[in-house]
């Protein structure tokens, strides 16, 4: 009687775990597929591409022209510094409302020195030094080390490894004009697709991330997210916040969160575009996204109450907000469905308790692959772009496990620090991209 007992108790809470985990796939399958049939409906791909109108949701461009400081974080980067400041001079922006501003954070490979001879030539360019070692570690800290020397009213952030499109800042600051509006992300695309099927990976998942994710957290809930980099906030705010958050390794989330707890709104400029490197191993991305699970999950954990406590948000917008903060998280529930369908198969737990197996396998891949379709579709994509796909769930597995790694090493206190992304030499040098970007695979 005990056996039949411990049974019927195994299958039972087994079952149960099974539905919830299939309600949970329910909804991000069903926030998904929003995305996705919102920017194939709206989303115009020649717009998209030719940076120049978005008249669905944000109208044509303005005359609104505010003086903006440029930022750039850079720590090692002899190797692309010198065609970043070219890059960032070519800005298509008038040259007495601009403001350039880079800091040297405690480089040992000459990049000093560079930014040196740069600024010495071009009076719009401030090379700012913070010494190595000084203060925490981290691109929260180095941008913090400019504050008090911008002069813009709106701040625009790039990663050094980045090539901002010429009329990025216009489309960027143009939604300023709006005082609601704290923070706008533009978007991002990776320029080394073809250095490995890791890349062209990569490049898939930015298609998807941007043209449907971000796109689709703008049109459908008014809720994008600042990105980190290729992105613009209001100084002001900023300066209300306290700058960037210093104890987090992924500020843009941080940021989102707190400027949308304030009242103000972050928006999506898919017009404005910059080009970056993507990461070509393994080994790599796994340290790079590893940062960005670990962040945004203990982001999660600072702001979720807050968010169900935010009364000047609606029921939805605080759904919406709570899904957000939970997209790395999915992949850990990914992890325990999966292993709960393995048992079953190997009959450790009753095949009858896992009833919603199929479904679950289902609403698993099927939501993140209306995104990629659908990115893919606006981009006109190349077909070697879609061969990579066969990478798809080998790399949905690394990241469930990373996440998971990351989910137990934040609950048990594990100590962490920001860490830069090492980039490969064949794409444009070492670089220092500190910016998270739009996840499909949650």
């Not at 791909?45 to 974080?73: E, H, K």
């Not at 009833?355 to 993140?368: A, E, I, N, Q």
Request: glycine share 8%; hydrophobic share 45%; charged share 20%.
């Amino acid at each position: 009687m005990l056996v039949l007992w411990s049974v019927l108790g195994t299958a039972v809470l087994t079952a149960g775990v099974v539905y919830l985990l299939d309600a949970v796939f329910l909804c991000f399958f069903v926030r998904h597929t929003a995305f996705a049939v919102s920017a194939l409906r709206h989303a115009d791909p020649d717009s998209l591409a030719a940076a120049r109108s978005d008249s669905l949701v944000f109208g044509d461009l303005t005359g609104y022209r505010p003086a903006v400081s440029v930022l750039v974080s850079c720590k090692n980067e002899r190797l692309v510094v010198d065609r970043l400041v070219s890059e960032l001079l070519a800005l298509d922006y008038p040259a007495e409302l601009l403001q350039i501003v880079i800091v040297d954070d405690g480089s040992d490979d000459g990049t000093g020195e560079i930014l040196d001879r740069r600024s010495a030539a071009e009076s719009r360019l401030l090379a700012l030094h913070r010494p190595a070692g000084s203060g925490p570690p981290g691109k929260s800290a180095a941008l913090n080390y400019a504050l008090p020397r911008l002069t813009g009213e709106i701040v625009v952030v790039f990663d050094a490894d980045h090539r901002p499109h010429r009329d990025s800042l216009a489309l960027l600051v143009r939604h300023f004009e709006d005082p609601s509006v704290g923070a706008v992300q533009g978007r991002c695309r990776i320029r080394n697709a073809a250095d490995a099927p890791l890349t062209r990976l990569i490049t898939v998942d930015y298609l998807a991330g941007y043209l449907v994710n971000e796109f689709g957290r703008q049109s459908v809930f008014g809720l994008p997210a600042y990105g980190g980099a290729n992105c613009a906030i209001r100084l002001a705010a900023l300066r209300d916040l306290g700058g960037w958050n210093v104890h987090s390794v992924t500020e843009d989330t941080d940021v989102t969160l707190r400027l949308l707890l304030s009242g103000l709104r972050v928006r999506y400029e898919p017009g404005a575009v910059d080009d970056e490197e993507g990461v070509t191993t393994v080994q790599r991305f796994w340290k790079q996204r590893y940062r960005w699970a670990r962040g945004h999950q203990q982001v999660c954990r600072d702001y979720l109450r807050h968010v169900w406590r935010a009364s000047h948000l609606s029921v939805l917008e605080r759904v919406e907000t709570v899904m957000f903060l939970l997209i790395y998280h999915v992949p850990v529930a990914s992890l325990l469905a999966l292993g709960l369908l393995v048992l079953s198969a190997a009959g450790l737990v009753p095949a009858a308790s896992v009833p919603g197996g199929f479904v679950l396998w289902t609403l698993l891949f099927l939501g993140p692959l209306l995104e990629i379709g659908g990115g893919m579709l606006l981009a006109r994509t190349r077909r070697s772009d879609v061969l990579a796909l066969v990478w798809f769930l080998p790399m949905f597995l690394v990241s469930a496990v990373l996440c998971g790694k990351a989910w137990f090493d934040g609950l048990s206190g594990s100590s962490y620090t920001w860490v830069r992304t090492d980039r490969s030499e064949a794409g444009s040098g070492p670089g220092a991209s500190g910016s998270s970007a739009p996840q499909v695979a949650s």
